[in-house]
């Protein structure tokens, strides 16, 4: 199905015309449409224009007003002021529109793809081979998926990319403690889950990080390791294939509880690059983007300087000849550039990174990678940060586990779900299905709707309340719709243009019409707390809707049922839309 014109974007293209054909000197002008707590919506252009052409915008005003079509999408338009135009929209306009989007029969609530698709290649959730995943790594792993199911919905073509931490020093160590212990990765009682893999990569870390201090024959062996490991030695390279492996069944059973889903195409962690580092060294000092400072390759930059006024170098290749983090990212966008052919690179990256991604894309434009058509975008993201208000920590000072803060999430969600559960009626195993929905959404939402520039308080308690600004309340307004839709008998949802809207239908109904244009300015600006504002404010609108307009009622008409069950099915479907490009789930029954 076609995709449905929002009634802003029909009144805005109505209104340009109408300015253009009174006022034709003017040439094309702006509306400034917006909405209006004074009517449906007000447009503050012919001011402007009024200044431009030395007119009165009043009169102007009134030309714009004539020159609108006699039509069926406005009811009233008002003159205000200095000639704002406050315009109130026809409900018959209002209800065909929602009918459109409700008909949608690709299910796409007559949201429509972007006219012209580019490629954009997401990094985004990236552990570290034999290391335990830390609330640290929640907000890039949280805001990234959101971005990747934003993004698609709208048409991007997105490429998925999970740059993990495989490669480096630490991993001769390793290696060389498996050759000395060979039975060392072998999980103690025979467990093969996420959780007993990382027990076991901790342990075999410790015991060779105890010997490799305490031994230094065994430290010297372990850096000749490292040598043989980035030369490519079969034997090492397949220890250190195993060291992956067991980290890969842990990262799957962490994102599983973080209800993500993880392909292994998509992880193309540094060592993925390795091959490239070389090449990209040569092409930046060839062409003069590194230069040589005390035997490293480095790049310099006039705006960035220590406390000492010196110049701080972005160093692509170390002293000792080893390669940089600054080696693996550009090779990464050269490869992202070239071979995926992408034209956004998006990095969900802590905000504390900046400045090495300022450096390394600055970098790769005077190398030519991030030419013209092609941007590279860190989308920064904030601290966790505890109830104290300092960075979220455990009782000892340690830095929290995520499978423990999830673990904790789904409890405190059960315990909640489990309190309402014998109302509807919910079985144990919907009781600990929707414990889980509830307690990652909750987790999810709380990171979602606030700017992901900002730090924010992980606050449990808050993040399952039923009240306020949180993930329960809108999965709650959803199974809320469920239920009537079950009780509605043989009434079914239809729309009914001819009757007239109730104040509280109007609001509900204008608000549903903006979720195609929220999700375009959400995709565009990378900004997934937008959607998570537009669907609280759903839900309120709904909330005010059920207090003024009962849906099942005897007296109402059976025209008036139908209307308003096809109203809260469209809410329904538009939350549950907006929560899955959130990757939260919308329980039928809490």
């Given at each position: 199905m076609?995709?449905?014109?929002?009634?802003?974007?029909?009144?805005?293209q109505?209104l340009?015309?109408?300015?253009?054909a009174?006022l034709?000197?003017?040439?094309?002008?702006d509306p400034?449409?917006?909405?209006?707590?004074?009517?449906?919506f007000q447009a503050?252009?012919?001011?402007?224009?009024?200044?431009k052409?030395?007119g009165?915008?009043?009169?102007?005003?009134?030309?714009?007003t004539?020159?609108?079509?006699?039509?069926?999408?406005i009811?009233?338009?008002?003159v205000?002021?200095p000639?704002?135009?406050?315009?109130?929209l026809?409900d018959k306009?209002v209800?065909?529109?929602?009918?459109a989007?409700y008909?949608?029969?690709?299910?796409?609530?007559?949201?429509?793809?972007?006219?012209?698709a580019?490629?954009?290649v997401?990094?985004?959730a990236?552990p570290?081979?034999?290391?335990e995943?830390?609330?640290?790594h929640?907000?890039?792993?949280?805001?990234?998926d959101a971005m990747v199911k934003?993004?698609e919905?709208?048409g991007?073509?997105?490429?998925r990319?999970h740059?993990?931490?495989?490669?480096?020093?630490?991993?001769g160590m390793?290696i060389?403690?498996?050759?000395?212990?060979?039975?060392?990765?072998?999980h103690?009682g025979?467990?093969?889950?996420g959780?007993?893999?990382?027990s076991t990569?901790?342990?075999?870390?410790?015991?060779s990080r105890v010997l490799?201090?305490s031994?230094?024959?065994?430290?010297a062996?372990?850096?000749?390791?490292?040598?043989?490991?980035?030369?490519?030695d079969?034997?090492?390279?397949?220890?250190?294939q195993?060291f992956?492996d067991?980290?890969?069944i842990?990262f799957?059973?962490?994102f599983?509880?973080l209800?993500?889903e993880?392909?292994?195409?998509?992880?193309?962690?540094?060592s993925g690059y390795?091959?490239?580092?070389e090449e990209?060294?040569?092409?930046?000092?060839?062409?003069?983007?590194a230069?040589?400072?005390e035997?490293?390759?480095?790049?310099?930059?006039?705006?960035?300087?220590?406390?000492?006024?010196?110049?701080?170098?972005?160093?692509?290749k170390?002293t000792?000849?080893?390669?940089?983090y600054?080696?693996?990212d550009?090779s990464?966008i050269r490869?992202?550039?070239?071979?995926?052919?992408?034209d956004?690179?998006?990095?969900?990256v802590?905000?504390?990174?900046?400045l090495?991604f300022?450096?390394v894309?600055?970098?790769?434009?005077?190398?030519?990678?991030?030419?013209?058509?092609v941007?590279?975008?860190?989308l920064a993201?904030g601290?966790v940060?505890?109830k104290?208000?300092?960075?979220?920590?455990?009782?000892?000072?340690?830095?929290?586990?995520?499978?423990?803060l999830?673990?904790?999430?789904?409890?405190?969600?059960?315990?909640v779900?489990?309190?309402?559960?014998?109302?509807?009626?919910?079985?144990?195993?919907?009781?600990?299905?929707?414990?889980r929905?509830?307690g990652?959404?909750?987790?999810?939402y709380?990171?979602?709707s606030?700017?992901?520039?900002?730090?924010y308080?992980f606050?449990?308690?808050q993040?399952?309340s039923?009240?306020g600004?949180?993930?329960?309340y809108?999965?709650y307004a959803?199974?809320?719709?469920?239920?009537?839709?079950?009780k509605?008998?043989?009434a079914?949802?239809a729309?009914?243009?001819?009757?007239?809207l109730?104040p509280?239908?109007?609001?509900?109904g204008?608000?549903?019409?903006?979720?195609?244009e929220?999700l375009?300015e959400?995709?565009?600006?990378y900004?997934p707390?937008k959607l998570?504002?537009y669907?609280?404010q759903?839900?309120?609108?709904?909330?005010?809707?059920?207090?003024?307009?009962?849906?099942?009622?005897?007296?109402?008409?059976?025209?008036v049922?139908?209307n308003?069950?096809f109203l809260?099915d469209?809410t329904?479907?538009?939350?549950?839309?907006?929560?899955?490009?959130?990757g939260?789930?919308t329980?039928?029954?809490?």
């Amino acid at each position: 199905m076609a995709s449905v014109p929002s009634l802003a974007s029909t009144l805005q293209q109505q209104l340009a015309d109408a300015l253009t054909a009174a006022l034709p000197e003017a040439g094309t002008a702006d509306p400034l449409l917006r909405r209006s707590d004074r009517a449906d919506f007000q447009a503050n252009g012919i001011l402007a224009l009024a200044k431009k052409l030395k007119g009165n915008p009043r009169e102007l005003a009134g030309q714009v007003t004539a020159a609108l079509p006699a039509g069926e999408l406005i009811k009233d338009i008002e003159v205000s002021g200095p000639g704002f135009l406050n315009i109130t929209l026809t409900d018959k306009a209002v209800v065909e529109t929602l009918a459109a989007r409700y008909a949608d029969a690709e299910g796409r609530l007559g949201v429509p793809l972007k006219a012209e698709a580019g490629t954009t290649v997401i990094d985004y959730a990236q552990p570290n081979v034999a290391k335990e995943m830390h609330v640290g790594h929640l907000r890039s792993a949280v805001i990234g998926d959101a971005m990747v199911k934003i993004m698609e919905f709208t048409g991007e073509n997105v490429v998925r990319r999970h740059h993990i931490g495989d490669w480096g020093t630490q991993f001769g160590m390793l290696i060389q403690y498996l050759i000395e212990h060979p039975g060392a990765l072998k999980h103690q009682g025979g467990a093969s889950d996420g959780e007993a893999a990382m027990s076991t990569l901790n342990r075999v870390y410790k015991e060779s990080r105890v010997l490799f201090d305490s031994d230094e024959e065994f430290k010297a062996r372990s850096r000749d390791r490292v040598v043989a490991l980035q030369a490519g030695d079969p034997e090492t390279l397949e220890l250190w294939q195993g060291f992956v492996d067991e980290s890969k069944i842990y990262f799957y059973s962490v994102f599983d509880k973080l209800d993500m889903e993880v392909r292994d195409p998509d992880i193309v962690g540094e060592s993925g690059y390795n091959d490239m580092l070389e090449e990209t060294c040569r092409i930046l000092e060839e062409t003069g983007v590194a230069v040589r400072s005390e035997g490293a390759l480095c790049v310099f930059f006039d705006d960035v300087k220590g406390p000492d006024g010196n110049q701080v170098p972005l160093i692509v290749k170390k002293t000792n000849g080893g390669y940089g983090y600054a080696a693996t990212d550009l090779s990464a966008i050269r490869n992202r550039v070239q071979d995926l052919k992408a034209d956004t690179l998006l990095y969900v990256v802590d905000a504390r990174q900046s400045l090495h991604f300022k450096m390394v894309f600055e970098t790769a434009r005077r190398a030519g990678w991030l030419g013209d058509g092609v941007k590279a975008v860190q989308l920064a993201f904030g601290t966790v940060l505890g109830k104290d208000g300092k960075p979220f920590k455990t009782r000892e000072g340690e830095t929290v586990r995520l499978e423990d803060l999830l673990d904790e999430a789904v409890q405190r969600a059960t315990s909640v779900v489990r309190e309402k559960a014998g109302k509807v009626g919910l079985s144990e195993d919907e009781i600990v299905e929707n414990g889980r929905y509830v307690g990652v959404g909750a987790v999810k939402y709380a990171d979602l709707s606030t700017s992901a520039v900002r730090d924010y308080k992980f606050d449990l308690d808050q993040m399952v309340s039923l009240n306020g600004d949180t993930s329960v309340y809108l999965q709650y307004a959803y199974a809320r719709i469920q239920s009537i839709l079950r009780k509605a008998g043989d009434a079914v949802p239809a729309a009914h243009p001819e009757l007239a809207l109730a104040p509280a239908e109007r609001a509900l109904g204008l608000h549903l019409d903006q979720f195609g244009e929220v999700l375009s300015e959400v995709a565009s600006g990378y900004e997934p707390h937008k959607l998570a504002a537009y669907l609280y404010q759903l839900a309120s609108h709904l909330t005010t809707f059920y207090d003024q307009c009962q849906v099942l009622s005897a007296e109402n008409a059976p025209e008036v049922v139908e209307n308003r069950l096809f109203l809260v099915d469209l809410t329904a479907r538009t939350l549950h839309q907006g929560m899955e490009l959130l990757g939260i789930r919308t329980p039928e029954r809490l």
